[in-house]
């Protein structure tokens, strides 16, 4: 049993970190139209690091590497897919010095592999292609760069999920199943997320069957991520009826403005604790932490208040 199982088996409640990307942009770095934060490892790599010491030093007990972005099949869309294993590789020892550097406990460091194609694609998820291959590759990459986990995040369709947490799970390493979720439009069925474009049915899915489908792939524990607020907690009711593990939430707190990539808060660090509290004490999440608009100080408040629910219990 790894560290991260016994933790949780423990019935211990563990804080990842917040957004890398928008933390990242956040301070003025530039992010690609195609391969969004998949370059900053290579042009800013003091700014990646320094995320990732905030992020431990405001409480966060896992780390995500910036590697939603990296792998070859999206970072090809800018003639770069030769270096994605450079890339990778130096994206988890960022990471790693980061823990080194500054940690006081114990630090996983989580390596992430996304649905994302390039963005300027017409498709809602990496199909296309070469991508199982190009994920197999991502995957044994991080794992041989030493991460501790792999989150799969942005779990929104049947076709490219299962290829992405196949190729997770197939390293041995405990792996984190992102799902991301939205109301229907009646207000009350919890759909797969459709984000870019509603003409691509690719991730059109009924919440509930998808994750019914996905399951036997495998996973250590599956929660709700890059969601709205919001809708979390209905996604996380339909997912706790078919998911019998660990669940893990975190929630996307800020909004999207274009055209520079900016996020603007939409919940505040406090108001974002009481909603995680909440899911904690409802449906028994045990991973918790933040996605986009998510930042240092959003971790903090919610180490204060896991602080305190520890001391509670």
Known sequence: MSRLAERLHNQEILLLDGGVSTEIRRRGVALDKNVWSGLTTKTNPDEVRQVHEDYIQAGAQIITANTYSTARHVLESINLGHESKLLNLKSVQLAQQARDDVAQEEVFIAGSMSSMPPLTSHREVAIDGQVESSYQELAEGLANAGVDLIIAEMMRDIENASIVIKAAVSTGLPVLIGFSAMMAENGVDVRSLRWKNTDDTTSAHDFGEM???????????????????????????????????????????????LPDWRYEEVSSPEDYAAEIDGWIRNYGVQIVGGCCGTGPEHIRVLRQMLDKLCSQS
């Open 211 to 257: 994750v019914e489908t996905l399951k036997p792939l495998g996973g250590l524990a599956a929660g709700i991520m890059h969601t709205r607020v919001e809708d979390t907690a209905p996604a996380l009711g339909v997912l706790k009826q078919h998911w019998s593990g660990p669940l893990m939430a975190y929630a996307e707190t800020g909004k999207l403005i």
